[in-house]
């Protein structure tokens, strides 16, 4: 059973508007969100994240917004531009709580096209 | 410069040979992980270390070995590869499992492709 969702694989945005990407999660431990943008031929890399005491946390052009009742996070681009165009993945992790301290559970990733 | 070196980048093999990817940071992380991505699946742990001499298994751990000897190398092994472990695979490194802060979020490695035929 998946734990972090993507339920959409591609995502196609006009440069300048605003992306938001998606994400859910069924694990009420998870208290720590992260982002990750993965360009093609690289590995993953840290993009934004947020800890369950909040709702929002914003650096720069992105925001993350967390919904802890509906267990639902977003990421907002504004504005998009073209070296936005990546796979984007959603990571969770239970850090207060044993177990496996450090396992981040990711989605399957949304891809973005930023259209110049 | 701060980084997570993998060796090899490109690997096709053959079923039942052994291989090892090695992977390194020079950061003095404690925290060592390795992961595989396959389409539709996105990325899913294999093994991670907390510290030297201390390695877990992750979510999909079966065919696949680790070792800590060393803080900064934590090397993948793989005693009878099979075509099921073809896929890209990422080693990531943090100071701290926790996650407790934005300094901590791990830092992935440039990923192994790996194809067992």
């Known amino acids: 059973d998946q734990q972090v969702k993507q339920n959409s694989p591609s995502l196609s945005v006009q440069e300048g508007r605003i992306s938001i990407l998606n994400c859910d999660y069924t694990?009420?431990?998870?208290?720590?969100f992260l982002w990750y943008k993965k360009y093609p031929a690289e590995g993953p890399t840290f993009l934004i994240s947020?800890?369950?005491?909040?709702d929002k946390n914003e650096d720069g052009r992105f925001t993350v917004f967390l919904n802890k009742s509906a267990k639902h996070l977003s990421l907002h681009i504004v504005p998009s531009q073209p070296g936005d165009s990546a796979v984007y993945f959603c990571?969770?992790?239970?850090?207060?709580?044993?177990?496996?301290?450090?396992?981040?559970?990711f989605g399957k990733g949304t891809k973005l096209s930023v259209k110049p | 410069e701060a980084q997570v070196t993998q060796n090899p980048r490109y690997l096709i093999t053959v079923t039942g040979k052994k291989l090892t990817v090695t992977c390194s940071q020079n950061?003095?992380?404690?925290?060592m992980s390795w992961y595989r991505q396959d389409p539709g699946l996105g990325l899913r742990q294999i093994y991670y270390?907390?510290?030297?001499?201390?390695?877990d298994k992750g979510d999909v751990p079966e065919g696949y070995k680790v070792s800590r000897k060393e803080k900064r190398n934590f090397p993948l092994i793989l005693e009878s590869p099979s075509p099921n472990q073809t896929s890209l695979y990422f080693c990531?490194?943090?100071?701290?499992?926790?996650?407790?802060?934005?300094?901590?979020?791990?830092?992935f490695g440039p990923g192994t492709r790996l194809t067992v035929l």
């Open positions: 947020i800890s369950s005491i909040k």
């Open positions: 990571a969770a992790s239970a850090r207060n709580y044993g177990g496996s301290q450090g396992n981040l559970i």
């Open positions: 270390s907390m510290n030297v001499e201390v390695t």
């Open positions: 950061m003095n992380h404690e925290y």
């Open positions: 694990n009420s431990m998870f208290d720590y």
């Open positions: 990531a490194s943090s100071s701290d499992p926790r996650l407790a802060g934005v300094s901590d979020t791990q830092y």
